[in-house]
């Protein structure tokens, strides 16, 4: 199996900051990486795809970069509604592998 | 937009079945793969398989053989069963849609549904 590993796995933030969080795959994953945004009780929302790939309608704030075996997912300036867990997946095998994932909380 | 939405027993016995269904609404079954992911107490999340609306079939090695994905599309539903159940398939349970990007992406989730494994 392709292990993911994310970190931080909490991360303190303030209104108007820019964040970064990385995800670690153990083997090269090329480009076949997906970022998701989850809230307590809710679905998890697909933000990224491909590594850099925005979904349509997600605010463009959110970015994500990397290749190989690092990547990364940025929000540029957070707001309110940003304040969630998120998480990345590996979808390079169709047995899909998930990181542990990041709460980010407000600071 | 695609809204799909888990439903089942929330308690099930050891050595029991545990069964699950997924509604898909906003969009039709067809066209598309459909997965079960779950996410035990404390722990990551796992994938356990996916369905496309055909009926063909992929499961995680390591479920296999207690796994029966199923798919109806008369009603717009798949189905998840596992058998012989035991306290760590107590978990909270997501049924997803997958579409075809490159390789086999999941854009939809429901909210997940909660099943604990207890006598």
């Known amino acids: 199996d392709i292990q993911m590993t994310q970190s931080p796995s909490t991360l303190s933030a303030s209104v108007g900051d820019r964040v970064t969080i990385t995800c670690r795959a153990s083997?090269?994953?090329?480009?076949?990486l997906a970022w998701y945004q989850q809230k307590p009780g809710k679905a998890p929302k697909l933000l990224i795809y491909?590594?850099?790939t925005l979904e349509t309608g997600v605010p463009s704030r959110f970015s994500g970069s990397g290749s190989g075996t690092e990547f990364t997912l940025t929000i540029s300036s957070l707001q309110p509604d940003d304040f969630a867990t998120y998480f990345c997946?590996?979808?390079?095998?169709?047995?899909?592998?998930f990181g542990q994932g990041t709460k980010l909380e407000i600071k | 937009q695609v809204q799909l939405q888990e439903s089942g027993p929330g308690l099930v016995k050891p050595s029991e079945t545990l069964s699950l269904t997924c509604t898909v609404s906003?969009?039709?079954?067809?066209?598309?793969?459909w997965s079960w992911i779950r996410q035990p107490p404390g722990k990551g999340l796992e994938y356990i398989g996916y369905?496309?609306?055909?009926?063909?079939?992929n499961y995680n090695p390591s479920l296999k053989s207690r796994l029966t994905i199923s798919v109806d599309m008369s009603k717009n539903q798949f189905s998840l069963k596992v058998s012989s159940v035991t306290a760590a398939d107590t978990a909270v349970y997501y049924c997803?849609?997958?579409?075809?990007?490159?390789?086999?992406?999941?854009?939809?989730w429901g909210q997940g549904t909660r099943v604990t494994v207890s006598s």
């Open positions: 369905i496309y609306y055909t009926g063909s079939s």
């Open positions: 491909k590594a850099s």
């Open positions: 906003g969009g039709s079954i067809s066209s598309y793969y």
């Open positions: 997803a849609r997958s579409r075809a990007a490159g390789n086999l992406l999941l854009d939809f």
């Open positions: 997946q590996q979808y390079e095998s169709y047995l899909y592998t």
């Open positions: 083997q090269s994953i090329t480009n076949w």
